[in-house]
């Protein structure tokens, strides 16, 4: 049976993974190691050439990488992968294939916040253009595409929000227009989502979050789907689709076909910005990709568990979870997302900020940290914490206004996870109630 065509569970264990040839071993080992013997002088010259592929130097290939990558590109139905030291690192190596200086990428303003300080401010270092548009109105990214416009990125579950992008309508647009559409699918997961059958070209991950999924490791993935035809713009895309003088003139496009991205990602952007994924990092991701399906259900059940108590709630103001009824987004979750709305999202605590700040006080199993994707529930009050230095009005903008808390549910019994709020959200009415009543005496 072709593997393939096996199921997403099964993937998540076997694709990319034989016993190890040398020893027997089951388990895919830890190649620890910086690089490679070669055979002899040919042998060196052909992997210098990229005539052959195999292992030089553990900056551009490794093999227990190259096992997560094989691993992430089957469940993303890709044809290939490139690991990277971060999520942030992946989306420097996506893009650097495609931009040159005075170019520009069409972004969501939904985004992760290190997403929009990265393109918004470093990216002009490497004279980059950034322009940003809301993604709730796919016509927003067609209006913005220029002759400069190089690619479009955006995330299909953006949070806060629980904002869900509706990907079929922004892919024709990219493909209209001649671009690649890059999509960020690390709250989503291949698990809920897979961008690549719904039209979009390249997938990116911060693999720190669900795919490791136990809090332990920083790391990162692109992952091509081989069908964009950069020969046929040709001129856009001369990383791409011209000869590429280091490597005797050969043209990625050309000599490698669907897989030239995907080289060009390992020879060229690995080779030269240097943001490898360790190989330890990478078998611990792929301990954790191992149980992501087993996982995303769990954290998906007690998110919408969570959302709907939460709901209820005499504390909480308003709940915004893309797999509430009550969402907006909901309609768009149901048709890209159906196995749930994930696990990360947010809510409004009556009282305002100081209530804010009394909840992730209070909170006993819940640690009060700025990730998520966790086993462990996590939670933030980004108001005091990663949005601190913006504005009111800027805070509001940005969706992270005074009372906003933003959620990572876990996977331990959903019956802890609501006690551990319910007792928080008290305290804190309990203690802005108090207050107010001071001030009126
Ligand atoms: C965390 C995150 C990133 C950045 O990934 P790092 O691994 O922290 O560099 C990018 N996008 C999203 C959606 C994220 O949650």
Redesign the pocket.
Known sequence: MAENKMGFETRSIHAGAAPDPATGARSTPIYQTTSFVFDDADHAASLFNLQRPGFIYSRLANPTVAVLEERLASLENGIGATATS??????IVALFPLMSPGMEVVVANK??G??INQMRHSYKKFGWNANFVDPVKPENFSKAITDKTRAIFL?NL?NPGGIVVDLEAVAKIAKRAGVPLIV?N??ATPYLCRPLDWGADIV?H????FISGNGSS???AVIDSGKFDWLKYKSKYPSLASPAPEYHGLTFAETFGPLGYTVYGHAVGLRDLGPCQSPMNAWITLQGVETLALRMERHCSNSLRVAQWLEKHPAVAWVSYAGLASSPFNKLMKKYMPKGGGAVFTFGVKGGYAAGVKVVEAVELFSHLA???DTRSLIIHPASTTHRQLTPEQLVAAGAGPDVIRLSIGIESVEDIIGDLDQALRKAAGATKAKSKSKAK
């Open positions: 971060s999520g942030h690192a992946a989306q985004l992760y290190g997403s995330e953006a960020d690390t709250m990116v911060s693999t720190t979050k920083i790391g990162g990730n998520i994707g």
